[in-house]
Protein backbone atom coordinates (compact mmCIF):
# COMPACT_ATOMS: atom_id res chain seq x y z
CA UNK A 1 0.00 0.00 0.00
CA UNK A 2 1.53 3.43 -0.63
CA UNK A 3 2.43 5.52 2.18
CA UNK A 4 4.68 8.49 0.61
CA UNK A 5 3.88 11.96 2.35
CA UNK A 6 2.29 14.45 1.41
CA UNK A 7 2.89 18.11 2.16
CA UNK A 8 -0.14 20.40 1.18
CA UNK A 9 0.79 23.91 1.57
CA UNK A 10 -2.33 26.62 1.43
CA UNK A 11 -4.06 29.56 3.06
CA UNK A 12 -7.41 27.86 2.55
CA UNK A 13 -8.54 25.65 5.27
CA UNK A 14 -11.51 24.72 2.92
CA UNK A 15 -8.69 23.86 0.10
CA UNK A 16 -6.20 21.76 2.64
CA UNK A 17 -9.00 19.93 3.94
CA UNK A 18 -10.35 18.63 0.59
CA UNK A 19 -6.82 17.78 -0.69
CA UNK A 20 -6.11 15.56 2.12
CA UNK A 21 -9.51 13.65 1.62
CA UNK A 22 -8.78 13.21 -1.51
CA UNK A 23 -5.18 11.68 -0.68
CA UNK A 24 -6.05 9.69 1.90
CA UNK A 25 -8.70 7.76 -0.04
CA UNK A 26 -5.86 7.00 -1.86
CA UNK A 27 -3.56 5.85 0.81
CA UNK A 28 -1.18 8.56 1.12
CA UNK A 29 0.02 10.17 3.73
CA UNK A 30 -1.06 13.90 4.36
CA UNK A 31 0.53 17.10 6.04
CA UNK A 32 -1.26 20.25 6.02
CA UNK A 33 0.42 23.65 6.63
CA UNK A 34 -1.89 27.08 6.14
CA UNK A 35 1.28 28.81 5.17
CA UNK A 36 4.81 28.99 3.54
CA UNK A 37 6.46 29.77 6.79
CA UNK A 38 4.37 26.93 8.59
CA UNK A 39 5.40 24.36 5.78
CA UNK A 40 9.65 25.97 6.13
CA UNK A 41 9.29 24.91 9.73
CA UNK A 42 7.68 21.68 9.23
CA UNK A 43 10.62 20.59 6.00
CA UNK A 44 12.85 22.03 8.27
CA UNK A 45 11.74 19.68 11.39
CA UNK A 46 10.97 16.30 9.86
CA UNK A 47 12.38 13.99 7.40
CA UNK A 48 11.92 14.75 3.84
CA UNK A 49 8.58 14.74 2.08
CA UNK A 50 7.98 12.78 -0.90
CA UNK A 51 6.09 15.47 -2.98
CA UNK A 52 5.46 18.81 -2.12
CA UNK A 53 1.38 20.43 -3.37
CA UNK A 54 1.80 24.50 -2.74
CA UNK A 55 -0.49 27.16 -3.38
CA UNK A 56 1.23 30.18 -5.13
CA UNK A 57 -0.93 33.27 -3.70
CA UNK A 58 -0.09 33.22 -0.07
CA UNK A 59 0.38 35.72 2.40
CA UNK A 60 3.84 36.46 3.73
CA UNK A 61 6.47 33.58 1.77
CA UNK A 62 4.35 32.84 -1.12
CA UNK A 63 4.76 29.46 -3.02
CA UNK A 64 7.84 30.48 -5.55
CA UNK A 65 9.74 31.75 -2.44
CA UNK A 66 8.43 28.25 -0.76
CA UNK A 67 9.26 26.83 -4.12
CA UNK A 68 13.37 28.32 -3.89
CA UNK A 69 14.05 27.40 -0.16
CA UNK A 70 12.76 23.84 -0.79
CA UNK A 71 14.87 23.51 -3.97
CA UNK A 72 18.14 24.84 -2.03
CA UNK A 73 17.53 22.12 0.69
CA UNK A 74 15.56 19.67 -0.90
CA UNK A 75 16.53 19.51 -4.46
CA UNK A 76 15.18 15.74 -5.33
CA UNK A 77 11.65 16.70 -3.83
CA UNK A 78 9.11 17.61 -6.59
CA UNK A 79 6.80 20.60 -6.39
CA UNK A 80 3.75 20.66 -7.80
CA UNK A 81 1.97 24.27 -7.88
CA UNK A 82 -1.95 24.28 -7.28
CA UNK A 83 -3.63 27.89 -8.34
CA UNK A 84 -6.40 29.62 -9.58
CA UNK A 85 -4.21 31.88 -11.60
CA UNK A 86 -4.99 31.14 -15.11
CA UNK A 87 -2.16 32.67 -16.69
CA UNK A 88 0.67 30.69 -18.72
CA UNK A 89 2.92 33.15 -17.59
CA UNK A 90 2.90 32.06 -13.96
CA UNK A 91 2.82 28.61 -14.50
CA UNK A 92 6.15 29.31 -16.85
CA UNK A 93 7.93 31.41 -14.36
CA UNK A 94 7.46 28.66 -11.45
CA UNK A 95 8.40 25.69 -13.89
CA UNK A 96 11.91 27.58 -14.56
CA UNK A 97 12.23 27.82 -10.77
CA UNK A 98 12.25 23.91 -10.35
CA UNK A 99 8.16 23.73 -10.19
CA UNK A 100 7.46 19.85 -11.11
CA UNK A 101 4.03 20.36 -12.27
CA UNK A 102 1.39 23.00 -12.39
CA UNK A 103 -2.35 21.94 -11.37
CA UNK A 104 -5.42 24.80 -11.87
CA UNK A 105 -8.19 25.34 -9.66
CA UNK A 106 -10.66 23.85 -9.37
CA UNK A 107 -9.45 20.78 -9.91
CA UNK A 108 -11.08 16.86 -10.06
CA UNK A 109 -10.18 14.07 -7.68
CA UNK A 110 -8.76 12.18 -10.78
CA UNK A 111 -6.30 15.39 -11.83
CA UNK A 112 -4.96 15.51 -8.67
CA UNK A 113 -4.47 11.24 -8.20
CA UNK A 114 -2.61 11.39 -11.55
CA UNK A 115 -0.50 14.71 -10.85
CA UNK A 116 0.49 13.26 -8.05
CA UNK A 117 1.15 9.72 -9.23
CA UNK A 118 3.32 11.66 -11.91
CA UNK A 119 5.40 13.57 -9.76
CA UNK A 120 5.98 10.89 -7.21
CA UNK A 121 7.10 8.25 -9.96
CA UNK A 122 9.72 10.57 -11.07
CA UNK A 123 10.79 10.53 -7.38
CA UNK A 124 11.52 7.03 -7.24
CA UNK A 125 13.12 7.37 -10.58
CA UNK A 126 15.72 10.12 -9.73
CA UNK A 127 16.40 8.22 -6.27
CA UNK A 128 16.85 5.10 -8.36
CA UNK A 129 19.13 6.73 -10.72
CA UNK A 130 21.08 8.06 -7.59
CA UNK A 131 21.03 4.93 -6.12
CA UNK A 132 22.70 3.51 -9.33
CA UNK A 133 25.09 6.77 -9.95
CA UNK A 134 26.32 6.01 -6.42
CA UNK A 135 26.65 2.48 -6.57
CA UNK A 136 28.45 2.53 -10.00
CA UNK A 137 31.01 5.21 -8.34
CA UNK A 138 31.35 3.26 -6.34
CA UNK A 139 32.06 0.13 -8.28
CA UNK A 140 34.70 2.29 -10.33
CA UNK A 141 36.10 3.31 -7.34
CA UNK A 142 36.80 -0.15 -6.04
CA UNK A 143 37.78 -1.28 -9.79
CA UNK A 144 40.36 1.60 -10.25
CA UNK A 145 41.86 0.81 -6.73
CA UNK A 146 41.95 -3.04 -7.94
CA UNK A 147 43.22 -2.00 -10.71
CA UNK A 148 45.81 0.28 -9.16
CA UNK A 149 47.12 -2.26 -7.10
CA UNK A 150 47.45 -4.93 -9.82
CA UNK A 151 49.33 -2.25 -11.82
CA UNK A 152 51.66 -1.42 -8.70
CA UNK A 153 52.31 -5.53 -8.47
CA UNK A 154 52.79 -5.81 -11.75
CA UNK A 155 55.88 -2.77 -12.06
CA UNK A 156 57.04 -4.15 -9.08
CA UNK A 157 57.57 -7.91 -10.64
CA UNK A 158 58.91 -6.51 -14.17
CA UNK A 159 61.65 -4.46 -11.13
CA UNK A 160 62.39 -7.38 -9.15
CA UNK A 161 63.07 -8.91 -13.07
CA UNK A 162 65.62 -6.06 -13.95
CA UNK A 163 67.10 -6.12 -10.74
CA UNK A 164 67.79 -9.95 -11.44
CA UNK A 165 69.81 -8.80 -14.78
CA UNK A 166 71.51 -6.18 -12.71
CA UNK A 167 72.51 -8.93 -10.23
CA UNK A 168 72.76 -11.52 -13.19
CA UNK A 169 75.17 -8.22 -14.70
CA UNK A 170 77.37 -8.17 -11.39
CA UNK A 171 78.20 -11.97 -10.87
CA UNK A 172 79.58 -11.72 -14.70
CA UNK A 173 81.67 -8.79 -13.92
CA UNK A 174 82.73 -9.31 -10.42
CA UNK A 175 85.22 -6.28 -10.54
CA UNK A 176 82.09 -4.01 -10.10
CA UNK A 177 80.12 -6.38 -7.70
CA UNK A 178 77.46 -3.71 -6.13
CA UNK A 179 77.63 -0.60 -8.41
CA UNK A 180 74.73 -1.18 -10.29
CA UNK A 181 72.77 -0.74 -6.92
CA UNK A 182 75.17 2.36 -5.51
CA UNK A 183 74.91 4.76 -9.41
CA UNK A 184 71.46 3.80 -9.15
CA UNK A 185 70.95 5.02 -5.50
CA UNK A 186 73.02 8.64 -6.10
CA UNK A 187 71.77 8.70 -9.00
CA UNK A 188 67.95 8.90 -7.78
CA UNK A 189 68.83 11.30 -4.52
CA UNK A 190 70.66 13.40 -7.16
CA UNK A 191 67.53 13.68 -9.48
CA UNK A 192 65.35 14.29 -6.52
CA UNK A 193 67.69 17.36 -5.69
CA UNK A 194 67.24 18.26 -9.36
CA UNK A 195 63.16 18.31 -8.60
CA UNK A 196 62.98 15.44 -11.19
CA UNK A 197 59.14 14.75 -11.47
CA UNK A 198 58.22 11.49 -9.49
CA UNK A 199 56.55 10.24 -12.89
CA UNK A 200 59.92 10.45 -14.15
CA UNK A 201 61.83 8.49 -11.40
CA UNK A 202 61.63 5.04 -12.20
CA UNK A 203 62.34 5.65 -15.98
CA UNK A 204 65.32 7.62 -14.85
CA UNK A 205 66.21 4.48 -11.83
CA UNK A 206 65.71 1.96 -14.55
CA UNK A 207 67.81 3.81 -16.68
CA UNK A 208 70.81 4.17 -14.20
CA UNK A 209 70.45 0.50 -12.76
CA UNK A 210 70.44 -1.44 -16.04
CA UNK A 211 72.81 0.90 -18.13
CA UNK A 212 75.51 -1.96 -18.35
CA UNK A 213 73.22 -3.94 -19.64
CA UNK A 214 75.14 -4.57 -23.02
CA UNK A 215 78.08 -5.93 -21.20
CA UNK A 216 76.28 -9.29 -21.25
CA UNK A 217 76.57 -9.45 -24.82
CA UNK A 218 80.41 -8.32 -25.02
CA UNK A 219 83.10 -11.30 -24.91
CA UNK A 220 84.23 -12.35 -21.32
CA UNK A 221 87.87 -12.30 -22.74
CA UNK A 222 87.08 -8.38 -23.47
CA UNK A 223 84.58 -7.75 -20.72
CA UNK A 224 87.09 -9.81 -17.75
CA UNK A 225 90.24 -8.91 -19.17
CA UNK A 226 92.38 -7.85 -16.26
CA UNK A 227 95.05 -5.94 -18.27
CA UNK A 228 94.10 -2.37 -20.59
CA UNK A 229 92.38 -2.88 -23.94
CA UNK A 230 93.56 -2.60 -27.02
CA UNK A 231 92.23 -0.57 -29.55
CA UNK A 232 90.09 -2.77 -31.23
CA UNK A 233 88.96 -4.51 -27.92
CA UNK A 234 87.90 -0.91 -26.66
CA UNK A 235 85.77 -0.28 -30.04
CA UNK A 236 83.82 -3.53 -28.72
CA UNK A 237 84.03 -2.89 -25.36
CA UNK A 238 81.68 0.60 -26.32
CA UNK A 239 79.12 -1.30 -28.78
CA UNK A 240 77.85 -1.96 -24.87
CA UNK A 241 75.89 1.40 -24.78
CA UNK A 242 73.90 0.38 -28.01
CA UNK A 243 73.34 -3.26 -27.38
CA UNK A 244 71.85 -2.24 -24.38
CA UNK A 245 69.88 0.14 -26.01
CA UNK A 246 68.67 -2.80 -28.88
CA UNK A 247 68.22 -5.45 -25.41
CA UNK A 248 65.71 -2.63 -23.88
CA UNK A 249 63.91 -0.87 -26.50
CA UNK A 250 61.48 -3.31 -27.70
CA UNK A 251 59.89 -3.72 -24.55
CA UNK A 252 57.34 -0.70 -23.74
CA UNK A 253 57.78 0.27 -20.02
CA UNK A 254 61.36 0.28 -20.98
CA UNK A 255 61.29 2.50 -24.21
CA UNK A 256 62.67 5.63 -21.97
CA UNK A 257 64.94 3.97 -19.44
CA UNK A 258 66.72 2.87 -22.71
CA UNK A 259 67.71 6.36 -24.11
CA UNK A 260 69.49 6.67 -20.92
CA UNK A 261 71.20 3.38 -21.21
CA UNK A 262 72.20 4.52 -24.69
CA UNK A 263 73.52 7.88 -23.97
CA UNK A 264 74.84 7.03 -20.78
CA UNK A 265 78.58 7.64 -22.20
CA UNK A 266 77.94 10.70 -23.40
CA UNK A 267 79.58 13.73 -22.68
CA UNK A 268 78.12 17.46 -22.63
CA UNK A 269 80.51 19.14 -24.61
CA UNK A 270 80.07 16.52 -27.28
CA UNK A 271 83.49 14.22 -26.62
CA UNK A 272 81.48 11.34 -25.73
CA UNK A 273 80.44 8.18 -27.46
CA UNK A 274 78.28 6.42 -29.17
CA UNK A 275 76.81 9.04 -30.84
CA UNK A 276 78.50 12.51 -29.67
CA UNK A 277 75.50 14.50 -28.03
CA UNK A 278 76.10 17.61 -27.11
CA UNK A 279 74.31 19.76 -23.67
CA UNK A 280 70.57 18.64 -23.45
CA UNK A 281 70.55 16.43 -26.86
CA UNK A 282 71.42 13.66 -24.30
CA UNK A 283 68.65 13.20 -21.92
CA UNK A 284 68.36 14.15 -18.42
CA UNK A 285 68.82 11.19 -16.91
CA UNK A 286 71.51 10.38 -18.89
CA UNK A 287 73.21 13.60 -17.39
CA UNK A 288 72.39 13.09 -14.12
CA UNK A 289 73.83 9.17 -14.17
CA UNK A 290 77.41 10.53 -15.53
CA UNK A 291 78.21 12.64 -12.10
CA UNK A 292 76.68 9.84 -10.11
CA UNK A 293 78.61 7.27 -12.21
CA UNK A 294 81.82 9.03 -11.42
CA UNK A 295 81.10 9.45 -7.98
CA UNK A 296 80.82 5.86 -7.07
CA UNK A 297 83.95 4.64 -9.64
CA UNK A 298 86.55 6.95 -7.98
CA UNK A 299 85.10 5.78 -4.33
CA UNK A 300 85.25 2.31 -5.12
CA UNK A 301 87.97 -0.25 -5.34
CA UNK A 302 89.62 -1.29 -9.12
CA UNK A 303 91.94 -3.89 -9.05
CA UNK A 304 94.05 -1.62 -10.59
CA UNK A 305 93.75 1.26 -8.16
CA UNK A 306 92.46 1.54 -4.34
CA UNK A 307 89.24 3.77 -4.10
CA UNK A 308 89.57 7.24 -3.23
CA UNK A 309 87.69 9.52 -1.11
CA UNK A 310 84.52 11.75 -1.52
CA UNK A 311 86.16 14.92 -1.08
CA UNK A 312 88.71 13.56 -4.38
CA UNK A 313 85.18 12.73 -6.23
CA UNK A 314 83.58 16.01 -5.84
CA UNK A 315 86.86 17.58 -7.07
CA UNK A 316 86.78 15.56 -10.35
CA UNK A 317 83.54 16.18 -10.99
CA UNK A 318 84.06 19.90 -10.36
CA UNK A 319 87.11 20.13 -12.63
CA UNK A 320 85.09 18.34 -15.46
CA UNK A 321 82.17 20.40 -14.99
CA UNK A 322 80.80 21.65 -18.43
CA UNK A 323 83.17 19.28 -20.61
CA UNK A 324 82.13 15.85 -19.06
CA UNK A 325 78.97 16.50 -16.79
CA UNK A 326 76.53 19.03 -17.34
CA UNK A 327 77.14 21.73 -14.86
CA UNK A 328 73.72 22.60 -13.50
CA UNK A 329 74.05 18.76 -12.39
CA UNK A 330 77.28 19.55 -10.84
CA UNK A 331 75.72 22.78 -9.17
CA UNK A 332 73.47 21.17 -7.17
CA UNK A 333 75.55 17.67 -6.58
CA UNK A 334 78.22 19.97 -5.08
CA UNK A 335 75.38 21.09 -2.72
CA UNK A 336 75.12 17.74 -1.03
CA UNK A 337 77.55 17.65 1.64
CA UNK A 338 79.81 14.57 1.13
CA UNK A 339 78.43 12.51 4.49
CA UNK A 340 75.22 12.22 2.41
CA UNK A 341 76.91 10.20 -0.05
CA UNK A 342 79.12 8.39 2.60
CA UNK A 343 76.08 7.46 4.39
CA UNK A 344 73.81 6.35 1.20
CA UNK A 345 76.71 3.99 0.39
CA UNK A 346 77.16 2.61 3.82
CA UNK A 347 73.46 2.19 4.12
CA UNK A 348 73.67 -0.04 0.85
CA UNK A 349 76.43 -2.07 1.78
CA UNK A 350 74.64 -3.13 5.53
CA UNK A 351 71.72 -4.02 3.53
CA UNK A 352 72.49 -6.98 1.10
CA UNK A 353 68.83 -6.50 -0.03
CA UNK A 354 68.80 -3.29 -1.00
CA UNK A 355 66.31 -2.79 -3.99
CA UNK A 356 67.15 0.28 -5.89
CA UNK A 357 64.53 0.09 -8.26
CA UNK A 358 62.31 0.24 -5.43
CA UNK A 359 64.08 3.05 -3.46
CA UNK A 360 63.22 5.62 -6.36
CA UNK A 361 59.65 5.71 -5.10
CA UNK A 362 60.28 5.65 -1.59
CA UNK A 363 62.70 9.01 -1.82
CA UNK A 364 60.30 12.25 -0.41
CA UNK A 365 61.28 15.77 -0.74
CA UNK A 366 62.61 16.54 2.74
CA UNK A 367 64.97 13.55 2.57
CA UNK A 368 68.29 13.64 4.26
CA UNK A 369 69.12 12.54 0.96
CA UNK A 370 68.72 15.95 -1.10
CA UNK A 371 68.85 18.40 2.19
Not at 85 to 90: A, E, G, L, N
Not at 308 to 326: K, L, N, V, W, Y
Request: with cysteine.
Amino acid sequence: MASERILIVDDEPYVRTVMAAMLEKSNYSPVLAASGIEAVELIKNGPPYDLILSDIMMNGLDGIGLLERVRKTQPDTPIVMVTAIHDISVAISAMRKGAYDYLLKPFEREQLLTTVKRALDYRRLVQQNTIYRYNLEQLVAARTEMLRHAMADLERSYDITLEALGDALDLKDAETEGHSKRVTAYTIALARALDVPAAQMRTVARGAYLHDIGKMAIPDAILLKPGKLDAQEQVMMREHCARGYQMLRKIPFLHDAAEIVYSHQEHFDGSGYPRGLKGEEIPLGARIFAVADTLDAITSDRPYRQADTFEAAREEIRRCSGTQFDPQVVKVYLEIPNQVWEELRAEIGHHGRFSPLSFAGTVEAGSPLVS
